[in-house]
């Protein structure tokens, strides 16, 4: 395929199981801030997504933006996830929309919505027979400032999306792990993602058709407490894990 | 009273109206970040929100924060909204959890929704014959980047609350003149807010008990697009004047 994708924030653990499965199905242009620590046999940009002008040029000739790169600590400070995360998504969306991209998958984070794990819900919530779910129509109230500047990236790439008509998906990203959900967790197995429904949530995403979305990037655990309805809906997403699969 | 209420932005037309009607109901502590312009009978103090030690010392002994400072222009650049908007109110978030404050009201802005207002839906949501309503519970939608950064103070806020208890009311508030709505401007006069319902609706904060609100701030206008249920019901708010009694 001769879609020209940039991927920010490549050395993370989300573009390693992206470029598992999809490493031939799209011209790809990496990004990340330092120099790359492995061999990839794509094109490889060493720059700091706060650079306007790096920016500017990574963008020549793509069509979709995937954006991953952020502080991608739940429990990192103010200071550095209002201009790593917050500043930093603006700059992307900006050069994005300037070089006419056409599609732009964001990265978010169930931290957006951590806050709904009150006490009175948990650990009922993180179990297969409750019912609760959150869909992404809810409001945001997040658990932490990561969760803050995510739900952030959610509205700038939605004033993005309306004034300047790029299409946008939002994904709430689970808790993502290679070969088996986390153990003795119960709150990152009812969230958990596998690497293989991880890239192809991503790959929906570079194929479907939307305008604005929302939707939680989980595999269809038993014990979900995140709707995947949407996902399934407009994306055409299929998870094929479970964490109820495996001995915990 | 003796209530004490700091006032951020203690220069701006909203703290006008306010102080117009409630100076003697409380015991007010105003901040801005330049010299005041006129005489105050109240406690002045000069700082810059972005400035967090002046901010610590100008919580001492404060029972409720009323946060209206911030850059006001609609076409405010995103580099401003990101300093003054979002990392100041964070800052002023923090100082008043630090002090123990209690309460906190903050000025939104229908910019934070002004995205709704899309081609297909104006100039018809201006008029009293339609019923389309906002009430607070839909996920924003930024017209600019000054309306990406109050909804980015709210979601700041609703950290702070679920976190550290804060009480918390978000105005998002509409067009906010003196003695009549706006002349030749249907959307101004749906979402007028008359300087006795602003101070009113403040008083009402001040006054009432809640735990996280988001409310529209406007007065009871026949072509209104808001709903003002929430604001009626949680914080007893009984607004006089109505944009529909003045000719156009």
């Given at each position: 395929m001769d879609e020209a994708v940039l991927l920010t924030g490549a050395a993370g653990r989300v573009a390693e199981a992206i470029l598992d499965s999809l490493a031939d199905a799209y011209t790809w242009r990496l990004l990340d801030r330092d120099?790359?620590?492995?061999?990839?046999?794509?094109?490889?940009?060493?720059?700091?997504?706060?650079?306007?002008?790096?920016?500017?040029?990574?963008?020549?000739?793509?069509?979709?933006?995937?954006?991953?790169?952020?502080?991608p600590r739940s429990d990192a400070s103010w200071d550095s996830v209002l201009v790593n995360n917050?500043?930093?998504?603006?700059?992307?969306?900006?050069?994005?929309?300037?070089?006419?991209?056409?599609?732009?998958?964001l990265a978010s984070s169930n931290h957006a919505v951590s806050g709904y794990e009150t006490d009175e819900?948990?650990?009922?919530?993180?179990?297969?027979?409750?019912?609760?779910?959150?869909?992404?129509?809810?409001?945001?109230?997040?658990?932490?400032?990561?969760?803050?500047?995510k739900a952030a990236g959610e509205l700038l790439a939605r004033y993005y999306h309306d004034v300047h008509g790029l299409s946008v998906a939002c994904l709430r990203l689970g808790n993502l792990t290679e070969e088996r959900p986390p153990a003795d967790y119960e709150r990152?197995?009812?969230?958990?993602?596998?690497?293989?429904?991880?890239?192809h949530l991503f790959d929906r995403c570079l194929r479907a058709e939307y305008d604005y979305e929302i939707v939680y990037g989980i595999s269809d655990n038993d014990s979900k407490y995140y709707s995947i309805e949407r996902a399934r809906d407009v994306l055409g997403y299929d998870p094929q894990d479970n964490s109820a699969y495996f001995d915990r």
């Open positions: 120099p790359p620590e492995r061999e990839y046999a794509h094109e490889f940009v060493i720059a700091d997504i706060t650079d306007a002008e790096a920016l500017r040029d990574a963008m020549a000739g793509i069509d979709t933006v995937i954006h991953l790169a952020g502080d917050i500043d930093g998504t603006e700059t992307v969306l900006d050069a994005a929309t300037d070089a006419e991209v056409e599609k732009f998958v819900r948990v650990p009922t919530i993180y179990r297969s027979h409750d019912a609760y779910r959150l869909d992404g129509t809810e409001l945001p109230r997040p658990g932490n400032f990561y969760g803050v500047s990152g197995q009812a969230m958990w993602l596998s690497y293989r429904d991880c890239a």
